[in-house]
């Protein structure tokens, strides 16, 4: 007496689910022609078979077949601009999350000195290693090197990495953004936003009333790295006003907005997503319907896409009320 | 026979999964087979504490805790066997000297726990993109006195049983692409067709948990052997459109609940398992 029916109940009918984006689950034997190159997200079975091994996309170049998975930490590569922030100060090297499979590594060795001197780091140096930066204070940098094990090696050693400060941080889903020329950006409408490859995305007020693009991130830190007091006076970081702070608000909810609707994060896009929601109040961004709303000319290259999301954020909102 | 709450003896509950249901995990999942309930969140594969950091594997750690209290010896076994599971099905070889930590959670605990935790650890694990071998799945039978078996049980009918068993399933589907096939299976991505119809296929699985309390015969093992495979292809075929769901719109859903075209395709899933496995 095998039991032979298995019932399910079907609650609530959602909008017809077709897969414009196929996914393969673990396990799943992939098609691929004799001579593949097996790629990440994938393994070759003992028969020879190619099968996935996360849940995700398949992706063909040439004989390259891969997964790339839904949603994943960050693996890093060297030149990427990262924001990290510091766990733990150690005898001569900082250890920093950066939202990879393991904590990264600055070295002494690899930050600017205040004034940009150059010299011999000296165990004087790693007594003051507090003075430079403490824990949880964030950064940008840049990957330096990777480690045998596997770990990165950031360095600030430019003037546009250092310390941030007076901004908002934003986590996103790493895999939205895409490497760019320049991943330091100004905004015209005076927010500055530090695109960096982790997901861990800075925001924060940039000068007032200029149009022209951030060439190289000079200007962008308040040279506030360094912490030594003669510095700091020079450039005293005045705080915010009322209105970039509004500005920073409403860039921080179009970042969250792309990422809860998985679209790609880059400048065009977040600029698309902030003049749209130039038409509701910052509080009200974040409202299932209203991000529908404001997502859409972000998303018009694909309007299949427009419609899927706006059903599903229209069924969330009839389920808030 | 019907059962109390009016199921047929070899009818599952109706399960309903969320992926995503915590914000700082790396991977989540809430999971229900309707009032058994659990969170499951996944952390890695992350920076290993020193002394837990293993050369040339993943170190996988599973905390199980308990609706209310401090977790005692049930906690830990269902630990222990979900660790043994979550080891092998995880290809820990690819992120060595790291941690991978799995959190299971008791919302609500109404009979079938240990196979609801490995469905929302499956769900969990998925979403933290974290490789698999195959996808986790399994059930929970119960057999009362009389000899009859009841799949998924309530707390009630576990009470009340002479044996319950837990059996948990890897499961790799395996598609048989037709020459030719592939475009077809591009032009599906396209989506031009109203019916989504599940490609030809054999499942494989392979046993990774096994758990009895109570005694059962040799034939009464094995038939519960035989239900955990079909149930178990059922939640699998469950999670993978819940999957699919999640990157439409990302936490955007309420819950991956199976509709009635899904649920027509599973059936016919099941029905062509079946006929494999006669």
Redesign the interface.
Known sequence: ??????????????P????????V?????L?AEPGFLRGH?T?VRQDG?L?A?????VERVNKLVCVR?????YSGEVGDVVVCRIIEVGQKRWKVDVNG???GVVMLSSINLPGGEQRRRTAEDQLNMRQFYVEHDLLSAEVQAFFQ??SMSLHTRSLKYGKLQDGVLVVVNPSLVKRLTQHFHRFKFGVDVIFAMNGYLWVSAGPEGETEQLADGQGMLNDVGIGDTESSDRSAPRPPTREQREKICRVRNALVALD???LAVSPSTVATVYTASLQFAVKDMLL?HVISTIIAPAMAPWP?LTT??AA??R??HH?CE | MPRPDGR?????R?F?ATPGALSRA??SSRFSHERTELLASVY????ARRARELSHTAAVEVLFRPRGGLPGPREREAEALLCRAVEY?A?GAL????ALSLVLQVVHDDGALLSAALHAACVAL??????????LAGCTIAILHDGE?V?DPTAQEELEARTVVSLGY??????Q?DEG??GA?GE????NG?E?EPPKHTI?RELLLSHVRGVLSQEEYA?CL??AQ??GI?V?AF???V????????????SG???????EA?TQL?KES?DTSA
């Open positions: 007496m095998a039991p032979r029916h298995f019932s399910f109940v079907s609650p609530s009918p959602l017809k689910a077709r897969s414009y984006m196929p996914v689950t673990p396990g799943d034997v098609p997200g393994m078979a099968i091994t996360v849940a995700g996309t998975p839904l949603r994943s930490r499979r393991q904590d094990d596997g809860t609707t998985a299932p299949e899927q999301a599903a954020a069924i969330q389920d | 047929l003896p070899n009818q599952i109706p309903a790396d991977g890695g594969p992350c920076e099905a290809l992120h060595p000297r790291t998925l979403h933290a993109g974290v490789p698999l071998r195959g996808m078996m799949l890897m499961f790799r589907t395996c598609y692409y096939d592939e299976e599906e991505g396209g989506g109203d989504w494989e038939l035989h239900a079909q149930a059922c699998s999670c993978r459109q999957m699919e769901r999640s990157t439409n719109c990302e936490a955007k859903l309420p609940r199976v509709t009635r075209d899904q649920d599973i099941l079946m």
